[in-house]
């Protein structure tokens, strides 16, 4: 059974940095895409970063220059990097692993930045 595990938000001036972690189980990890997403309250929940299982990267625009996303095939875990971390991040922040014929949503991992 595939699971998923975040960790590391929590609460942090603007300027400053996180780093979220992602840990899957399960035997797929090498094959998933791996996605963080993030919902601020009363606002959808928005694609913010995206690691293929060949290495690709994607990014949102307003976190480009910002976040950096990587990846341990042999940890089967992700992490977002967040640096230069603005009020308007604040979020509920959530892993999602994709693949081939299925997909996992993490439980979220609140980050809060103060101005």
């Known amino acids: 059974q595939v699971q998923l595990v975040e960790s590391g938000g929590g609460l942090v001036q603007a300027g400053g940095s996180l780093r979220l972690s992602c840990a899957a189980s399960g035997s797929i990890f090498s094959i998933s895409t791996m996605d963080w997403y993030r919902q601020a309250p009363g606002k959808q929940r928005d694609m913010v970063a995206s690691i293929t299982s060949g290495g690709s990267l994607d990014y949102a625009d307003s976190v480009k220059g910002r976040f950096t996303l990587s990846r341990d095939n042999a940890k089967n875990s992700v992490y977002l990097q967040m640096n230069s971390l603005k009020p308007e991040d604040t979020a509920v922040y959530y892993c999602?692993?994709?693949?081939?014929?299925?997909?996992?949503w993490g439980q979220g991992t609140q980050v809060t930045v103060s101005s």
């Open positions: 999602r692993q994709r693949w081939p014929g299925g997909s996992l």
